[in-house]
């Protein structure tokens, strides 16, 4: 079967349906939500969908046919449909990337490569894994310093043993580290695989105060991380948690110098809150939240809710000082709520004024903790991460958004202010989520609204308009191609004018599945594209041989 392709543009979701007969793969014309300025070209994403299917033997055909204009378009010769068998390639349209300017590849390591003793796990096999990475040219490797191994007994006992086997381990290689100052619990999100929780010390504090936590409008606590309502309150032994976080960062800088003076460690990432990210737990697992849900606000501990009040009276209107009572629950809609539905409450005098309240707090954590980190790390890059909160993104209010403390209403910019406090502090901005597709979400989860595309689209024009360098992650694990070239595509972007690109891109992790065979060659060949070298098999997608079932 002989494929030409045709480039073309056009907004419409892809389907693939199994049935009995042989399976078909529908495209439908439909809206895709407001993108604020995003561009709809798809580049390579239908294409490639189309390809899957073809190899898979499942026909190719379109619903409400209408004229198609500027997509890729897949044309067949049926009278070649037997001869093409045989090849071991599909063919399809995909970008080259050779030439392009080189964006270094990072590779996060397992969450518990470090153990609560500080004590390296499998030294052995992670060398080994090491230099598998270090052959197809990986440029370094992230590196969580967890808060909760560290200074785990005693306050201002630091112990960094571990670390620093780990870190001459890696040096001894070649490669480059890019450290994050972990202030938070590993252990109850998606992909965590220990549990590592806030040092001893803290959680006996957190036991006769246990408004140190985060809390909803039920009074259930988030032990993940601390709440910023401490940030200035002298409750953690006689320290704020300001000066905790810098004595921690302080200790780091003193104890590595030698890395930072050979250029090893290339950047700090400070952890800002849940999962490391600027954001509040507003979706925690542990509380019973599943997604699609639109989470709940997290600003009922005292010190907040004191926070709250103080504003309010300063509005002049003292009764606002309270928290919005009909955001129902973690598993909420929108549209079920009096508060997130179109022309809800989050517009209403009351909302604005509290929404810019909630996102105001977590706009001034970051200044604060960044204003410590550059102090600590003075001279040496710095960044900060923020989460993709994609859910909801084509309605108007925007609910997973603002209840994780982005106020990024449909009549609001949530992530221009945040991108100002990062440049004041000349931070980079890492963002995630990048490899994730608006079409696919719409197959896998149409009543979400998701719109993963238009996010990152924002999210990095913010930042490049304020001119920070972007950094970017994958929020799942990847190993397919069409995964790979979504991240290439944002990673440079196509005929930016002022030629823009990320300033890196960390893989999210190390593990037995991504070092697998076909795997590897998958993810070795998006290091080479990533770097912006030719490759063979551009456009050539391997033929997955299937055995039929009698």
């Known amino acids: 079967m002989a494929i030409r392709l045709i480039h ?10 199994l049935g009995t007969p042989p399976a078909r793969v529908f495209t439908r014309r439909s809206r895709v939500g407001e993108w604020r300025g995003a561009s709809t070209t798809l580049s390579g994403a239908r294409p490639l969908v189309f ?28 009278d070649d449909e037997d001869d093409d068998d045989d090849e071991p390639f599909v063919r399809f349209d995909e970008r080259d990337f050779a030439g392009t300017a080189s964006v ?11 153990d609560m003793e500080s004590e390296v796990v499998e030294p052995e096999v992670l060398l080994d894994q090491l230099r598998i990475l270090k052959s197809v040219n990986v440029d370094g490797v992230m590196v969580d310093c967890w808060w909760g191994i560290v200074e785990s007994h005693t306050p201002q006992v630091y112990n960094w043993s ?5 870190f001459h381990m890696i ?59 401490i940030d200035k309150q002298r409750v953690l032994r006689g320290r704020t948690a300001l000066e905790v976080y810098f004595d921690y960062m302080r200790s780091f800088r003193v104890e590595f110098d030698e890395f930072f003076e050979d250029k090893i460690i290339t950047e700090i990432e400070v952890g800002l809150g849940p999962c490391g990210e600027l954001r509040y737990p507003s979706y925690p697992a542990q509380h019973g ?23 309010a009276e300063v509005r002049g209107h003292s009764f606002w000082g309270r928290g919005p009572d009909n955001t129902e629950s973690y598993n909420s809609t929108p549209h079920g709520t009096g508060f997130f539905r179109d022309g809800g409450d989050y517009d209403s005098y009351y909302g604005r004024f509290f929404l810019n309240w909630y996102s105001r707090v977590l706009i ?42 982005f106020y990024n209403s449909s009549n609001r910019d949530g992530y221009g202010p945040i991108a100002a406090m ?8 890492n963002f995630t989520c990048v490899e994730l597709r608006t079409l696919a979400q719409h197959e896998d989860f149409p009543e979400a609204l998701a719109d993963p595309e238009g996010l990152v689209w924002q999210v990095l024009n913010a930042a490049w308009d304020a001119n920070i360098p972007v950094a970017s992650e994958n929020a799942l694990p990847c190993y397919d191609r069409e995964g790979y070239n979504k991240i290439l595509e944002n990673a440079k972007p196509l005929n930016d004018p002022d030629g823009r690109h990320l300033s890196c891109f960390t893989y999210l992790r190390l593990n037995p599945t991504l070092l697998e065979s076909q795997n590897f060659i998958e993810f070795e060949r998006f290091v080479k594209r990533m770097h912006g070298e030719a490759v063979s098999d551009l456009g050539l997608l391997p033929r997955i041989k299937e055995t039929k079932l009698e």
């Open 104 to 114: 270094p590849v990072y590779v996060m390591l397992p969450l518990g490569v470090i």
């Open 8 to 17: 073309s543009v056009v907004a419409c979701p892809v389907s693939v349906k």
């Open 364 to 405: 001034d954590h970051g200044d604060r903790v960044l204003s410590m980190a550059n102090l600590a790390f003075e001279g040496n890059c710095i960044a900060a991460k923020l989460s993709g909160i994609h859910w909801w993104y084509k309605t108007a209010s925007h609910a997973a958004e603002l209840t994780a403390g």
């Open 289 to 311: 939240w599943k997604y699609p849900g639109i989470g709940e606000f997290q600003c009922y501990d005292k010190y907040l809710m004191k926070s709250l009040k103080e504003a």
């Open 171 to 229: 040096r001894q290689l070649g490669l480059k580290i890019q450290v994050v100052m972990s202030f938070h619990e590993c252990g109850g999100n998606v992909g965590d695989d220990v549990h590592i929780q806030l040092p001893q010390w803290v959680r006996e504090i957190g036991q006769t105060n246990p408004d140190i936590y985060f809390t909803d409008r039920a009074g259930m606590r988030n032990s993940e991380c601390l709440t910023w309502g």
């Open 422 to 429: 990062l440049k004041k502090h000349e931070a980079a901005l």
């Open 51 to 78: 390809a899957k299917a073809k190899h898979r033997g499942e026909s190719v055909e379109e619903e409400n046919r209408a004229p198609i204009q500027d997509h890729h378009q897949l044309l067949a010769d049926d």
């Open 162 to 166: 571990g670390y620093k086997k780990l």
